[in-house]
């Protein structure tokens, strides 16, 4: 207990340096989660829909990223990037790599879905003269959604806990900050302890929003 006004002391030294961090964090979660999303739907459309060479392509680009460990995607999006002459900075490299890896993962999501519906409805949706783009707007996609929102919900918070993996391309996000906090006043498990908070309720709001989307979208009974 003697060590307890001893970190709160700390804490409040470091706290815009962990408030950075942690800004940092959500920021870069909150725009992998975006375009990885918009891309995994795309991704899942040609999985369930596409034709041969198409689908066969985006397959290969699915199993492919599914496959790679996300380090592995997060050094090559910033050091290959460099290689070929585009200059991505340390920030927007980490949101390409944990971009690319959701996209496979929601693409696989979003084709489970598209796929459990019965076929008779897409049927039944061109009988009555609608187009692809009006009978995936309003039979396809929200019957979908009430499936893989659950699992949409997952995946956005392993994006969260990926992202403590940009350190090493010199992304300053939360743990990176927590650790620098940590080389000074070596207290190392009170701050862990509370990083691994601060984490806990970023996830927590995801799970609550998707919670919040899915009263939104379920059926009346």
């Known amino acids: 207990m003697s060590d307890l006004p001893a970190f709160f002391e700390q804490l409040w030294l470091a706290r815009f340096v962990i408030l950075k961090g942690l800004g940092v964090t959500v920021s870069i979660s909150l725009l992998a989660i ?3 999303s918009a891309l995994g739907v795309l991704v899942g459309l040609a999985l369930a829909y596409g034709r041969g060479p198409v689908r066969f ?6 199993d492919i990223v599914r496959g790679t460990p996300v380090l592995v995607l997060v050094l090559a999006s910033y050091y290959v990037s460099a290689a070929v002459g585009v200059d991505l900075g340390p920030f927007s490299a980490g949101v390409l790599a944990l971009a690319v890896f959701c996209s496979s993962h929601v693409g696989e999501i979003v084709r489970g879905g598209l796929q459990a519906i019965p076929i008779g409805q897409t049927e039944a949706a061109k009988a009555i ?3 692809f783009v009006q009978t995936f707007a309003n039979v396809l ?3 979908a959604l009430r499936q893989f929102l ?3 919900v997952n995946t956005a918070a392993e994006m969260v806990k990926a992202s403590t993996l940009l350190s090493v391309i010199g992304v300053t996000e939360l743990l990176l900050r927590t650790q620098e906090v940590i080389s000074r006043n070596f207290m190392s498990l009170q701050f862990y302890f509370f990083a691994g908070l601060l984490y806990f309720v970023v996830n927590f709001t995801i799970e609550r929003f998707g919670k919040y989307v899915e009263r939104k979208t379920a059926v009346p009974t």
């Open 34 to 36: 975006a375009f990885g």
């Open 57 to 62: 392509a985006v397959r290969a680009y699915t």
């Open 129 to 131: 003269g609608l187009t």
């Open 141 to 143: 996609w929200p019957q």
């Open 150 to 152: 659950p699992a949409w």
